[in-house]
T-cell receptor, first 114, second 113 residues
Framework: KAGVTQTPRYLIKTRGQQVTLSCSPISGHRSVSWYQQTPGQGLQFLFEYFSETQRNKGNFPGRFSGRQFSNSRSEMNVSTLELGDSALYLC?????????????FGPGTRLLVL | DAKTTQPNSMESNEEEPVHLPCNHSTISGTDYIHWYRQLPSQGPEYVIHGLTSNVNNRMASLAIAEDRKSSTLILHRATLRDAAVYYCILRSNSYQGAQKLVFGQGTRLTINP
């Protein structure tokens, strides 16, 4: 079974631009979560989607948004990029929601904002 | 969000057991204890989880204190490939919070050949 895939793997943008990152979950998985990882803040939860509905959102500004499609694929968008948005963005999928569900992470998209 | 405390770093030798501690004194009765690790240049990967009883799988063992205020991840025979940052995470029983993994700073494990 293929793992979680994220595209693109690397991205360079300039301040003020917007960016869209894509995540394809493991086949059959319905829950997709997004995380941001920076050296200063570590791994922080962005949001989670389940069956095309956003179920939970982390403490990030409204410039960060996402969506999930009927095939469970997910995209996240960051508008009006700032230098501080430079980070590794990780997507994780799981079969369903639940305390015992394992989350499977993709390799991440490394975003550099200049 | 329930909080965990881990040492910033630990060091061990190859082929020796490693015990990674985690304190979670504010754990509630229904919180699950999960461990993930992140190898260099990779996304985190699941290691093990438990509720009250000790757990074993092919990767590791999880020993949970009787009062559940602490737990220990045990790597029985460390290899160089086990060098990673290990995260101890509590997953809470709330409808919207179950899928949210709250990562602390984790423990950076170094394995010496």
């Amino acid at each position: 079974k293929a793992g979680v895939t994220q595209t693109p793997r690397y991205l360079i943008k300039t301040r003020g631009q917007q960016v869209t990152l894509s995540c394809s979950p493991i086949s059959g998985h319905r829950s997709v979560s997004w995380y941001q990882q920076t050296p200063g803040q570590g791994l922080q939860f962005l949001f989670e989607y389940f069956s095309e509905t956003q179920r939970n959102k982390g403490n990030f500004p409204g410039r960060f948004s996402g969506r999930q499609f009927s095939n469970s694929r997910s995209e996240m968008n960051v508008s009006t990029l700032e230098l501080g948005d430079s980070a590794l963005y990780l997507c994780a999928s799981s079969l369903s929601a639940g305390l015992q569900e394992t989350q499977y992470f993709g390799p991440g998209t490394r975003l550099l904002v200049l | 969000d329930a909080k965990t405390t881990q040492p910033n770093s630990m060091e061990s030798n190859e082929e020796e057991p490693v015990h990674l501690p985690c304190n979670h004194s504010t754990i509630s009765g229904t919180d699950y204890i999960h461990w993930y690790r992140q190898l260099p240049s990779q996304g985190p990967e699941y290691v093990i989880h438990g509720l009250t009883s000790n757990v074993n799988n092919r990767m590791a063992s999880l020993a949970i204190a009787e009062d559940r205020k602490s737990s220990t991840l045990i790597l029985h025979r460390a290899t160089l490939r086990d060098a990673a940052v290990y995260y101890c995470i509590l997953r809470s029983n709330s409808y919207q919070g179950a899928q949210k993994l709250v990562f602390g700073q984790g423990t950076r494990l170094t394995i010496n050949p």
